[in-house]
């Protein structure tokens, strides 16, 4: 079985200030890893994902997001926050050795960015 | 990337009613549709996988009778909320899943309301 966990309902950042939302994981085997964000009654946005190689990946509108293997974590982070980076994220994982390509997300992170 | 359109976009029904939602994708071929279901300030909670020419595979506690999957083609899975009840309102998003880029691309999601 998979899971996901993001032990932060809300995270609360004033704008300008480093941002970091908190995943871990837990998979059997290599784990492929996805951040989502959600904007209010709008499906999901893809912002980066790990495979392989690199631990740091880079993805959309300046976030990144570190894989750390032996934490099982993938925390989403970002250098200098905007108030437009208010909305909910979501991590997923999926199983390399999952054929059936179900990803399984977390329960969500409300990012807050104030003014 | 790719894009997956979701029709109607919302929609406000009367208890007893069957609706249908569409899910196509737009700049690609989809073997494989995702049906998930939303509850406000809830994660996503995968309902079922939808094959194209193939039955869907529900997740356990979704009543297939209830929820209705065609994926008559490589482009555009339904789903219909037969007779359908107040409790069955909910933000509801499909995906498609791209083997070439290993990962899945969502809809915008369809808001249904049933009174």
């Known amino acids: 079985a998979q899971s996901v966990a993001q032990p932060e309902d809300q995270v609360n950042v004033a704008e300008g200030n480093p941002l970091t939302v908190k995943c871990t994981y837990s998979v059997s085997g290599n784990p492929y890893l996805f951040w989502y964000v959600q904007y209010p009654n709008r499906g999901l946005q893809f912002l980066l994902k790990y495979i392989t190689g690199d631990n740091l990946v880079k993805g959309s509108y300046g976030f990144e997001a570190e894989f750390n293997k032996s934490q099982t974590s993938f925390h989403l982070k970002k250098p200098s926050a905007l108030v437009s980076d208010s909305a909910l994220y979501f991590c997923a994982v999926r199983g390399q050795n999952n054929a059936g390509n179900m990803l399984t997300f977390g329960g969500g992170t409300r990012l807050m960015v104030k003014p | 990337g790719a894009v997956v359109s979701q029709h109607p976009s919302r929609v406000i029904c009367k208890s007893g009613t069957s609706v249908k939602i569409e899910c196509r994708s737009l700049?690609?071929?989809?073997?494989?549709m995702f049906w998930y279901r939303q509850f406000p300030k809830q994660s996503l909670m995968l309902m079922a996988t939808?094959?194209?020419?193939?039955?869907?595979?529900?997740e356990q506690g979704v009543e297939k009778d209830k929820f209705l999957i065609n994926h008559a083609s490589l482009t555009l899975s339904t789903l219909t909320v037969t007779s359908a009840h107040p409790e069955d309102s909910s933000f509801y998003i499909c995906s498609a899943r791209v083997d070439f880029y290993n990962e899945q691309f969502f809809g915008p999601g369809t808001r249904l309301t049933v009174l």
């Open positions: 700049d690609f071929q989809a073997t494989t």
């Open positions: 939808s094959n194209e020419g193939s039955k869907a595979t529900y």
